[in-house]
């Protein structure tokens, strides 16, 4: 049966009173109730609170922060700036950065590190490339030729796809071991050529062999008969 927070308190200001140190009254109450029932790191904030004459066993009031915060507020703050991190909402909010976290997951939001890429786009850049697409787009509703363009793609496939999994276990069970595959895997390069109606041809390529300017020629001239069929 859990102990409640009441005892143990109790039980701290009794072995204050006695004279005991913290660390030792700490392993007396886990010795009675179970160890883990309370950290010595605890024990020893109570003795300090006991030794400042304050014998009160209530927890102390949260500096006045609110319990309570709205997730349309949180929301409308982070929509301004995204990159905000937990500590800075919880200032802005009074509140605790755990409330802070705890309502930006009921909102959807995770945290998520920035990507890499090779350089960054001008005003001039942009301008360029949403000419090009809105003068691709006006082209396509003039006279279609997106169904007739095809693109290819290539992926390592790795013949053994190891995965940890998780497990309920309870706290004296052995956890399962899985073997970290190896770092030089066997595996076979796919090859795919699709369209806008689906994939037109794949083919796996024999073992340890990549895409060269051959072997591209080569499928072009697969992947246009298959059209051709088509």
């Known amino acids: 049966m859990a102990v409640s927070d009441a005892i143990i308190r109790a039980c701290l200001l009794y072995e204050f009173k006695l004279g005991t140190k913290a660390a030792e009254a700490c392993c007396k109450i886990c010795a009675a ?31 006045g922060r609110l319990s309570i915060v709205n997730n349309e507020d949180i929301k409308l703050a982070i929509e301004k700036d995204s990159s905000q991190t937990c500590q800075d909402l919880a200032l802005r909010f009074n509140v605790s950065d755990e409330t802070i976290r705890l309502h930006l997951h009921q909102l959807g939001k995770h945290w998520k590190l920035s990507k890499w890429v090779p350089y960054e786009l ?41 995965k940890r999994t998780y497990y309920w276990l309870a706290s004296n069970d052995l956890v399962p071991m899985t073997p970290k595959p190896s770092i030089h895997q ?29 072997i591209y020629s080569a499928h072009l001239d697969r992947v246009l008969v298959a059209l051709h069929q088509k």
């Open 122 to 162: 001008s005003e001039t850049n942009k301008l360029q490339r949403l000419t090009i697409c809105s003068l691709l787009f006006s082209r396509h509703n003039l006279v279609p030729f997106f169904d007739r363009m095809f693109t290819c793609d290539k992926k390592w496939i790795m013949y053994c796809n190891k």
């Open 186 to 214: 066997q595996k076979v390069l796919l090859c795919v050529w699709w369209t806008t109606a689906g994939i037109v041809h794949y083919e796996l390529l024999p073992s340890g062999q990549t895409i060269t300017a051959e």
């Open 33 to 63: 109730f179970g160890q883990g029932t309370i950290a010595e790191r605890t024990g020893q904030k109570w003795f300090k609170k006991f030794s400042s004459g304050n014998e009160n066993l209530e927890d102390e009031p949260r500096s």
